[in-house]
């Protein structure tokens, strides 16, 4: 198992500082991406805090890096992007966006940082715009070389950086979704894209905003992989001290709240900052991200919908009713895990993934089946775990009413609805 990483651990990793304030406690939880096969269902299984500090200098939120990001992405890992409809529809929709506003084209090079299986890569290959994927999983990356999008398997640090760069290869338009949160070196990774970045090429980064999560009350989006949560306050900081200037901000609804961001060289005059900039700074300010104690308050209303959560479950099965869950992902083990809720409570889960059909959550051990075992056991309730897809599964999900079923969201707080 890799080691805590020495003094490093307890100080912030963008500026330093020590960290003393917590932002959130969930205890102890598994990987949440470790699904556990049969074979291993009586083994010893690692559990990993959950700690989550606030740096009191620059308001960084962040988990210590407890495991490191090789032994959570690289070599095999569960997560296909390709699976999700909405998704791929996000994907695709950005993708037409960038090629009208940055004119891009087939002198154009497009690299993506964490380009997962190409699920959006593929759709500038489609347009015959050059393309490069940066994925650190092997078989992750294999499967979108499949799909003739070109792939290195690594992570991105400066020293990547510099030999891509080498080779010819920086980017017009370098990308990266759900990948900043998730990288524990920030400096080293955010000075590999000042690197990989050419004169005047545009970054466009998109993670989910901390103040929805603090708002939605989302803190099953908290988990080993996802080291830091970030303001647009504290991504500006650190952007700036590696040369590189947010020029436009956009939110956008994915996973619950997410800010994109847009960046260019500070020495790149040639595209001025645009006004949403300054209204985004309003808004953290409004709501007082500028201080510590808008950080602080947060645990005790994550320790409320715990409570609220077990209320309902304890209710519903002591009327002798059935619940079951929709999704395996992430966020739903964090869930799970830190409310302490297994199979007397949830029958099992499914999920569309059949990597992840057959095995059990970890933690929790509760069971992963197809999504036809709904259809097959009828159950009273379904408990959608990735909340942010709502919409989407209830309506794949219409027919539990045909038997009374209903649905089940937990987050922001426990809500049922037909
Ligand atoms: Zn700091």
Known sequence: MPERNGSQSYHCRFCQSPLRFTFVNLGMSPLCESYVSAEQMHH??????????????????????????????????????????????????????MIARFGLNHTSHVVE??????????????????????????NVAAVAVKKG???????????TARTLAGEGKQADLLLGNNVLAHVPDINDFVGGLKILLKPHGVITMEFPHLLRLV????????????????????????????????????????????????ARHHEDSSRP????????HAQEIQAGMDHLEFYSSFTERVKETKRKLLDFLIRTKRQGKTIVGYGAPGKGNTL????????????????????????????????IFPPEEIQATKPDYVLILPWNLKQEIVSQLAYIREWGGRFVVPIPEVEVFE
């Open 44 to 97: 010893m299984e690692p559990f990993y805090p959950l700690h989550v500090y606030v740096c009191e200098q620059c308001l960084l939120v962040q988990l210590l890096e407890y495991v490191s990001p090789e032994h959570i992405f690289g070599g095999e890992y569960a997560y296909f992007s390709s699976y999700s409809d909405s998704w791929l529809q996000h994907a695709k929709a950005y993708t037409e966006m």
């Open 215 to 262: 708002q939605g009350n989302q803190f099953d989006t908290i988990y080993h992989e996802h080291f830091s949560y970030l303001s647009f306050l504290a991504v500006e900081k650190i952007f700036s001290a590696h040369g590189l200037t947010l020029f436009d901000v956009e939110e956008i609804p994915t996973h619950g709240g997410s800010l994109r961001i847009y």
């Open 113 to 138: 940082i964490a380009s997962n299986d190409g699920y959006l890569l593929q759709y500038f290959v489609e347009r015959q715009i050059p393309v490069l994927g940066v994925e650190p999983a092997v």
């Open 336 to 367: 799970l895990n830190y409310c302490g809720v297994r199979t007397d409570f949830l029958d099992y889960v499914v999920d569309r993934s059949t990597y992840k059909q057959g095995k059990f959550l970890p933690g929790t051990h509760i069971p």
């Open 273 to 280: 900052v645009e006004p949403r900039v300054a209204a985004l």
């Open 149 to 159: 999008v070109p792939t290195v398997v690594k992570f991105l640090g400066k020293n």
